[in-house]
């Protein structure tokens, strides 16, 4: 599995700054987080792009700004304000392609899902058919406060709608007390990005070797799903102080998912 990681892992630095440091990590594929309106502006993403050809970056998936209303945006019955984000979220798929990404990031429901899975479908049904449109994964991320971040949901989705796509984020699984490897095995075939971070007792976020978390483990469940795609190192940043030590992060992760194989 290729290592790289979230630009975000630098926010509050913007996008274009971090690509050249993450170009000295050899970070050679990245997750961008769009972290405003005008970075959705289309010469802003052509040289966003530019930029990263030339470091020789490729970027996988996109995040959006607008994540933490979803919730409002799409799980909420009010069909205007539903058709008004799909028209936005067209150019978050938009965004992608121009960057050259496969996925877009989503972070869903705040647990609709659990309530009536029926409900939730319906909610889901326009991104699915935005997906269909645009040819970008719209991946649900199993944040801890929504129905995907439970493994006997997320199975059950899946049986439903078998186009949903997820994205798997550990420290996410850890912070709603789910079991990481668990939601893994419910997602199977269906990941198509995944967010590597590390946790112990006592830090729900910490660079990968830091913490408790098996990556070997992890890494033969994602094998035996067929997983393609690269682990995104994804922390926060006061989970690290120099870049040093996010390099060695990306050589731990080399190391353990090598042994995975």
């Known amino acids: 599995m290729e290592i790289g990681m979230s630009l975000a892992c630098f926010y509050p630095m913007e996008p274009e700054r971090v690509v050249p440091l993450a170009a000295e990590l050899n970070m050679r594929v ?7 309106l005008c970075e959705l502006d289309e010469a802003y993403l052509q040289a966003l792009r530019e930029a990263c050809d030339q470091k020789n970056i490729r970027i996988w998936s996109v995040h959006p700004f607008t994540s933490a209303i ?10 205007r304000r539903i058709a008004d984000a799909v028209a936005f979220y067209r150019r978050y798929a938009q965004a992608a392609k121009i960057l050259g990404a496969e996925v877009v990031n989503i ?12 409900e939730y479908v319906s909610c889901l049904a326009p991104l699915m058919a935005l997906q269909q449109e645009t040819g970008v994964w719209f991946a649900m991320e199993n944040v801890f406060y929504n129905s995907v971040n439970h493994p006997e949901f997320t199975y059950r989705l899946r049986q439903r709608v078998p186009d949903v796509r997820f994205t798997l984020d550990i420290k996410q699984a850890c912070k709603g007390g789910q079991d990481p490897y668990a939601l893994a095995e419910a997602m199977g075939e269906a990941i198509v990005n995944f967010h590597v971070n590390d946790r112990d007792d006592d830090h729900l976020c910490l660079l990968p070797g830091r913490g408790t978390v098996d990556f070997i483990r992890i890494g033969r469940i994602l094998a035996q799903a ?4 690269p682990g995104l190192i994804e922390v926060y940043r006061k989970n690290f102080e120099g870049i040093e030590e996010v390099a060695q ?3 731990f992760l080399e190391q353990k998912f090598l ?3």
């Open 30 to 36: 990245c997750e961008i987080f769009l972290n405003t």
């Open 70 to 79: 979803e919730n409002y945006l799409f799980f909420s019955p009010y069909p």
């Open 107 to 118: 972070h869903g429901d705040r647990g609709i899902g659990l309530e009536n899975l029926d």
């Open 226 to 229: 067929g997983y393609r795609g």
């Open 249 to 251: 992060a990306k050589s």
């Open 259 to 261: 042994l995975a194989k």
